[in-house]
Every structure is written in structure tokens, then in C-alpha cells.
């Protein structure tokens, strides 16, 4: 395991050059009124990658997270995704919230399935592909069930799905884990890497865990404390054939995780 960290005293985000990006974030700005919450942000995210977001609370990761989905404009400064600049949400974008944002009234079927009812596809076709991806994320037989009737895992296993079955180009995630246990968070960051590998789309993962970080990406990126800069781009570089635990154990794993907190940690709260 290697890894690939450019200073933040010298960063330059142009000095990263990404291959065949999807998505591209231009000299993005935003501000809340008096409050700059984002200045100058540049970014690229290539396809069958997986970048996470990562820095203090309040250093704008969400923030960015909604202005590349289109679901926030930006003060200044532009999303380009397939070439084409963003100025709302798009199909070609999904996004799997924090707190699940499923339809109550739904079934876990119809949940999945409701990007593409919306769509206009048949209901077959539709529930075909949706049970398609209710058995990737681990809920076969769970088809019929209701939001209520499942615990707070399994719901966050259907917005997933959900954002899969759609065939989004770039998929957008908010903290998904943060509201399971350890056990099921470390299984959902199994299963979330057998998907990228898998469906080789365009990820963007905000967390707070810095562990977490280091296992599910394939680059960190560091924003300062607000306004949220581009501090420090983080390559971990890490071998997935390992198993699992070996990973976590590996001495350039934890390497890399101390490196990330000692950059941090004054920002702690």
C-alpha cells in the first residue's frame, strides 16, 4: 500500500490531473448571505472511481455534494458532468441522502423502483431492475415490506438501490452510514466497494470518519475549515484483494489514517 499526498501548504488543484473526468468542478464559490461557505473549489472525478469529501463540520462537504447534484446553485463558478454544465438536478446524477428519504406509503419495491416510474418505464421492466438491485444490496425478500417495517440499515440499503437502479452516470453520497452500527457500518463499506467495482460509475462519498475515508476510497480530497478550500488531495492507493481485516490492520492503512488526523485535529472540536 502507497500513498500519494500533496502538501497543503503548496496545494494546487491544478496540478492533479484526472483522466477522462466526468465530472468536472470549475472555481466553485457559494456564501449564505454574509457567510462564504465555499471559494474556489477545483475538482475532478473520474469514472470507477471513488473520491471522498472529507474535513471539519462545517468546511461546506455537503454543501458541495448538493451543488454537484444541482439540488444548491452555486454563487459563482460551474458543474460540468458529460461535458454539459449543470443547472439543476439530472438524471445522469443520483443521490442517496442521510436520513433515507424514502416514500412512507411505498413498498421497498416501489421505493427502488421510483426513479425509473418516473421515468415513464413499464412497470415490468421497471420491477425487474429494481429487484435486481434490492438482491445486490442484501434485501431479497424484503420486496413487499414498508420503511417502518424495516430497521434503520435495510432502509438506508433501499435509498442505495434506489440511486443504483437508475443508471446514474454519477452517484452521490451523503454520509450514508452514520446512522448504523459498527458492524453494519463496516458491511455496507464492503458491499458499497463490490458495487464500484462492479457498476464502475462515478462516486462522490462525504463522511465524517476518517477510517471509513481511507478504506472506501480510491482519493481523499481535504477541504479547509470554512470557507471550504481544496487543501490537501490524499491517494491511498489501497490493495482490494486484501481481505477485509487485513486492510484495516495493514501498517500504510493506519499510516494514512494518522497522516489525515494529524491535519486535522486542530480542527476538532
Known amino acids: 500500500m502507497t500513498v500519494t499526498a500533496l502538501a497543503a501548504d503548496t496545494f494546487d488543484p491544478a496540478s492533479v490531473v484526472t483522466h477522462d473526468p466526468v465530472v468536472r468542478v470549475e472555481a466553485i464559490c ?4 454574509s457567510t462564504e461557505a465555499l471559494r474556489n473549489i477545483d475538482l475532478q472525478f473520474e469514472r470507477g472511481k471513488l473520491t471522498t469529501l472529507l474535513g471539519p463540520s462545517g468546511c461546506g462537504k455537503t454543501t458541495l455534494l448538493k451543488i454537484i447534484a444541482g439540488l444548491v446553485p452555486a454563487t459563482s463558478g460551474q458543474i460540468v458532468v458529460n461535458g454539459r454544465a449543470v443547472t439543476g438536478p439530472g438524471p445522469e446524477r443520483a443521490f442517496v441522502f442521510q436520513d433515507f428519504a424514502l416514500m412512507p406509503w411505498a413498498t421497498v419495491l416501489r421505493n ?3 426513479g425509473l416510474e418516473l421515468k415513464g418505464m413499464a412497470a415490468a421492466e421497471r420491477n425487474r431492475i429494481a ?3 434490492i438482491e445486490e444490496v442484501g434485501l431479497q425478500g424484503f420486496e413487499d415490506k414498508y420503511p417502518h417495517e424495516l430497521s434503520g440499515g435495510m432502509r438506508q440499503r433501499v435509498g442505495i438501490a434506489r440511486a443504483f437502479a437508475v443508471n446514474a452516470d ?6 450514508p452510514f452514520s446512522a448504523v452500527d459498527e458492524q453494519n457500518r463496516r458491511k455496507f463499506q464492503e458491499d458499497l466497494l463490490r458495487l464500484v467495482e462492479m457498476e464502475r460509475k462515478t462516486f462522490i462519498f462525504v463522511t465524517h470518519s476518517i477510517e471509513e475515508a481511507v478504506y472506501v476510497s480510491d482519493r481523499i480530497v ?3 475549515p470554512r470557507p471550504g478550500r481544496v487543501s490537501n488531495i490524499i491517494d491511498p492507493r489501497i490493495d482490494r484483494t486484501a481481505n477485509p481485516d487485513d486492510i484495516r490492520r495493514d501498517p500504510g492503512y493506519l499510516d494514512v489514517v494518522e497522516e489525515i488526523w494529524q491535519g486535522l485535529r486542530h480542527y476538532a472540536e
Open 222 to 224: 481535504l477541504l479547509s
Open 30 to 33: 457559494k456564501h449564505y448571505g
Open 112 to 114: 427502488v423502483g421510483f
Open 170 to 175: 454519477v452517484l452521490l453520497l451523503d454520509e
Open 131 to 133: 429487484r435486481r438491485y
